[in-house]
């Protein structure tokens, strides 16, 4: 099994060289970045992956660097005032709507022309602060790197249409946006804001999981791991947890519905955390 810290599982090491050549079939020579992005729900090993992809990349002379969606979630005072002004549910950190993509936008155009010396300041989140950290502990890259690893569970992920609500597909869609306000908003958020950075993104790679429940465990063990990590911190409990993937249920299983048929790569993950690639890679 693959958790942090521990070594990689030999089937996924077994796809890195597969991965590393379709990814050094898209750097543009010496001239230009590549953007790569990595779907995955949580838990799924898309961060295990990214970082195991930047050693075999530096194998090849290219230098990698991994972004996570995660780190450019909006800071708790914003969501907070989403959530007075447009519905409840955009205090949680999680759908579209709730990063700042502008910030990242800006931060992948200053990679991209950053020269040998030049530092590029990258955002952090603390997941258990539920906040962005200061920009005085932002981590700090270097020149310009050859690939972008981007990493996060929606990214790639495409809208649906603005008539495309049909009820709620879980309790707490049903007992908190019955009339789909909440997903008109992150949908529409999705539409705007993200879809056309997503068109970027070569290549885009899939990481499948077998269902919600394993998304479920997975989250369940990464909050065992922050809670031992950082015991004075608190952290969620079974059932915050399952509230917290009924956020992403909905958008995730669109995911995993429409995108095998766009993504250059699809890797299956079952739950003994063996890896494999399904069908061509493009």
């Not at 995955?40 to 090993?45: D, E, K, L, R, Y």
């Not at 065992?224 to 608190?234: C, F, I, N, Y």
Request: aromatic share 8%.
């Amino acid at each position: 099994m693959i958790t942090d810290g521990a070594s990689i599982d030999p089937s996924l090491v077994a796809l890195l060289p597969p991965l590393a050549e379709r990814l050094l079939a898209a750097v543009p020579g010496q001239t230009g970045m590549v953007v790569a992005g990595i779907c995955g729900a949580q838990g799924s090993g898309k961060t295990t992956l990214a970082h195991a992809l930047e050693a075999e990349l530096a194998k090849h002379g290219k230098r990698a660097l991994t972004l996570s969606l995660d780190d450019f979630y909006l800071p708790k005072a914003a969501r907070t005032a989403l959530g007075d002004d447009v519905h409840p549910l955009c205090v949680t950190r999680g759908v579209p709507g709730t990063h700042d993509m502008g910030l990242f936008s800006a931060t992948l155009s200053a990679l991209a022309s950053a020269g040998p010396q030049h530092t590029t300041s990258l955002p952090v989140f603390s997941k258990l602060d539920d906040d962005r950290l200061p920009i005085d502990q932002w981590r700090a890259y270097v020149g310009r790197p050859d690939v972008v690893l981007f990493e996060g569970w929606c990214v790639g992920a495409q809208p649906e249409a603005e008539d495309g609500w049909r009820g709620p597909i879980n309790d707490l869609e049903a007992a908190e946006d019955p009339d789909g306000v909440w997903w008109r908003w992150w949908n529409g958020a999705l539409a705007n804001d993200y879809w056309p950075i997503w068109g970027e993104l070569d290549p885009l790679i899939l990481i499948r999981v077998p269902g919600i429940e394993s998304v479920v465990r997975s989250r369940i063990k990464q909050e065992a791991g922050l809670a031992a990590a950082e015991p004075d911190k608190p952290t969620m409990d079974e059932a915050a947890v399952r509230r917290f993937v009924a956020h992403y249920e909905r958008l995730t299983l669109r995911i995993w519905d429409e995108m095998p048929a766009r993504a250059h790569v699809v890797i299956d993950r079952n739950d003994s955390f063996t890896f494999s690639i399904t069908g061509a890679i493009r």
